[in-house]
């Protein structure tokens, strides 16, 4: 059974303050996708990456690919509350299905 | 571009009983999904069709949910009978083709009481 495991599970900061959230796995993946839930929505794609080793941006959020395609990092810089959310990464198996993690559900506090 | 549409957005049903959810996709997308996301886990695949065919079922309850993209737009997912563990938010999404972005809709609440 392939598995995304997130964590931590739950992150609550200060505003103005850098963190990082982390989904692993044992099994590799031909591309990793990460989403931003907020509450009564479904989940909105961030990025996609597909290399190992890939760093991509996207204003304050630094997202990376592990070199062995088997994880990944999301990093915060100066967080705001607008960044609030379930923070979810799915993998691509390389057939046609998407499994994703349980989440970091992070509350940024003004 | 309008966006995924679903409804109803919430549903309070008893156990035992019957309920459908209604889907649908972003114009010309070829690809949707059904999925069924827990409180505090992650989305889990229940169904996804390709056009009008069903090319993964592999997580669905099939004694008592079924799923149907009759003219590859929209599509309707029933539960019968839906069950207390069946309490969950439901997401349609769509995508122009198999592993490509997938664009969620809102969900459907569903609690079984």
Known sequence: ?110 | EAGVAQSPRYKIIEKRQSVAFWCNPISGHATLYWYQQILGQGPKLLIQFQNNGVVDDSQLPKDRFSAERLKGVDSTLKIQPAKLEDSAVYLCASSRGPRLEQYFGPGTRLTVT
């Open chain 1, 1 to 110: 059974t392939q598995l995304l495991e997130q964590s931590p599970q739950f992150l609550s900061i200060q505003e103005g303050e850098n963190l990082t959230v982390y989904c692993n796995s044992s099994s590799v993946f031909s591309s990793l996708q990460w989403y931003r839930q907020e509450p009564g929505e479904g989940p909105v794609l961030l990025v996609t990456v597909v290399t190992g080793g890939e760093v991509k941006k996207l204003k304050r959020l630094t997202f990376q690919f592990g070199d062995a395609r088997k994880d990944s990092s999301l990093h915060i810089t100066a967080a705001q509350p607008g960044d609030t959310g379930l923070y979810l990464c799915a993998g691509d198996t390389g057939g046609f299905k998407t499994i994703f993690g349980a989440g970091t559900r992070l509350f940024v506090k003004a």
